[in-house]
């Protein structure tokens, strides 16, 4: 027999990859299935991203090795794009490292910084992978509380009596997944100083700044930040390009050189025309976001009366992919919520426990659906 390896013993498989093969099977047997579940962009990407990549794969450097580092040209469009929208001084050179997505850099960066029994500070609720990677390299989750009372923000006062002795990472994510909480410079500000005072590594994942959201923020807009902070950021939400596999982690110089040894012996560069595409989707202009976001903006207002037609109550105060909402009263399991659902009417909502505890009690809907069957969802009750 073969023995698995004992990390697997605290992991599961991730939620979505489980349960899309139930929804996958229902659509199978002729159900007419509404996936509201997952924030896979279902738009393209604007034409000049399409025409970049399609005139590169011809480039005689496309069929190489790529740089680990990936090209100049993309660092530096990178830093280009936190200068002009966020207003973040970046060093292309040794403060941004292009990766496969922004998830694969979760691990990354935890293989270069945790050691066996660290610990890592994780929001509840939060985005899972935080977790099974912390459990995956043998680090330690503690779980901080992000409640409504709260807007999902942090406690500080509950923070600062935790025993933070052994805390290595602290993992944020604003704007908020899964409930949109904007979050502010002003939060920002306390979290880089509370990361200083604790000799924190604080990340930010900050994939949905620009989807519904008037006032885009960065974690190293702060004064300081990059003495104790990194953030995540990613191609996948704002231009449409999820299955591109296109992110950035960008922030302290030697903790960017850290995760490229980390990353080096891990791949073998990033395909050449996807950095192509890469570039081009970063230089688009304003009118890029205008265009998405009132589109978004249009599935919100629909996406919205569906979940008061389940008598949930929205956080009308989220930005980002996501509708976040309440469950009714005297409902006890936000799973057998959406099951019902699913198996009488078709259509599959996200439960929010499986972004933690703090969950309980709220579902979320994913704006990644055609007007139309938003729609058709609503009719359907």
């Known amino acids: 027999m073969i023995k698995l390896a004992k990390r697997l013993d605290i992991i599961e498989e991730y939620y979505f990859s489980s349960k899309l093969r139930e929804v996958r099977q229902l659509a199978s047997e002729g159900k007419p299935i509404i996936n509201m579940g997952i924030g896979s962009p279902d738009m393209s990407p604007s034409p000049e991203v399409i025409a970049a990549i399609q005139s590169a794969v011809t480039d005689e450097n496309a069929h190489q090795y790529q740089n680990y580092q990936g090209l100049p040209e993309l660092r530096q469009g990178m830093a280009d794009f936190y200068k002009n929208n966020y207003g973040a001084v970046i060093n292309p050179l040794t403060e941004i490292l292009p990766l496969m997505g922004s998830k694969e850099g979760i691990m990354h960066i935890s293989l270069a910084f945790l050691n066996e029994g660290n610990h890592v500070l994780i929001p509840n609720p939060g985005y899972p992978t935080y977790t099974s990677v912390t459990n995956l390299v ?37 704007p908020h997944m899964p409930t949109g909480s904007r979050g502010s410079i002003a939060l920002f500000e306390k979290l880089v100083a509370f990361a200083k005072k604790h000799e924190i590594l604080l990340i930010n994942d900050n ?14 807009q702060v004064a300081g930040a990059k003495d104790v902070a990194l ?31 980390v990353k080096s012996n891990m791949d073998s560069g990033m395909f050449y025309g996807i950095q192509k595409g890469a570039i081009a989707a970063l230089n688009c202009g304003k009118s890029w976001f205008e265009e998405q976001n009132a589109i978004y903006k249009r599935r919100r207002v629909l996406t919205e009366q569906l979940a008061e037609k389940l ?4 956080y009308k105060e989220g930005v980002g992919l996501f509708v976040w909402a309440k469950l009714p009263a005297g409902v006890a399991s936000a799973e057998a919520f959406i099951d019902a659902i699913l198996y009488e009417k078709h259509l599959f909502i996200t439960p929010g426990t499986i972004f933690g ?25």
Not at 357 to 380: H, P
């Open 231 to 261: 953030e995540l950021n990613s191609l996948s939400k704002t231009f449409n390009m999820a299955g591109w596999r296109v992110g950035m982690v960008l922030g302290n110089a030697e903790a960017i050189d850290a995760i490229l040894k």
């Open 357 to 381: 505890s703090n969950g309980e009690g709220y579902i979320r809907f994913s704006l990644c659906v055609d007007e139309t069957k938003v729609q058709e969802a609503i009719d359907r009750f």
């Open 207 to 220: 994939p949905y700044s620009f989807v519904l959201n008037d006032k885009p923020m960065s974690l190293l």
């Open 138 to 174: 043998g680090a330690v989750p503690v779980y901080y509380d992000l409640k409504e009372e709260t807007n999902w923000e942090p406690d500080f006062e509950a923070l600062e009596k935790l025993d933070l002795s052994k805390v290595k990472i602290m993992w944020i994510g604003y």
């Open 311 to 314: 008598n949930c109550k929205v």
